[in-house]
């Protein structure tokens, strides 16, 4: 009897050991990537003036949030995937010499004649230069675009601006 009840009070306190073990053990985790469950979505879109790599206004606290989040989780990595409006070619407008991403300024914008697979890629890198420019590090970021018959709407004229976007995926390592 005496021997049996040295093996209860073992494993009672092997238990309870286990218990507060795997209490305490997430907490610990909380403690260590504290800010992981502030991401609302893991894809983000941020929208462009038709056929540019500028993007809109209303676009720029997206890219800032997103900053933040990449700031607050320096092990989230980020696919940044671009995309444009149309199957063909045309003329298309980046930044050039102007420190704006948010506005076109015809003077200092450079336009040339391009693909809109070339479209995609330009406006998933200027993305990633906007984000450079706010201190996220390149080897986080990676930059794909679509092919250019992956568009949102290619016949509705009122909604092919949907497709004039790039939509970045957060990866978590």
């Known amino acids: 009897m005496k021997h049996f009840k040295l093996v209860l009070i073992g494993l009672l306190a092997f238990n309870i050991v286990s218990l507060i073990a795997r209490t305490s053990a997430p907490k610990k985790a909380v403690e260590d990537d504290p800010v992981i469950e502030e991401v609302q979505d893991s894809t983000y879109e941020v929208h462009f003036y038709d056929a540019t790599t500028l993007m809109v206004p209303k676009s720029e606290p997206v890219v800032k949030e997103v900053a933040s ?41 450079k336009s040339y004649y391009a693909s809109r ?3 995609s890629k330009e406006r998933a890198l200027a993305v990633k230069e906007y984000l450079l420019n706010q201190g996220i590090d390149k080897e986080r970021i990676h930059v794909t675009s679509t092919k250019a018959n992956k568009v949102a709407y290619i016949d509705m004229k009122e909604d092919e601006t949907a497709s004039a976007r790039a939509e970045i995926e957060f990866v978590y390592h």
């Open 117 to 119: 697979k070339r479209l």
């Open 69 to 109: 989040i990449m700031k607050s989780n320096p092990r989230f990595k980020m696919y940044i995937h671009g995309n444009a409006n149309g199957i063909h070619s045309g003329i298309i407008t980046t930044r050039g010499e102007s420190d704006k991403f948010f506005e076109i300024n015809q003077l200092k914008n």
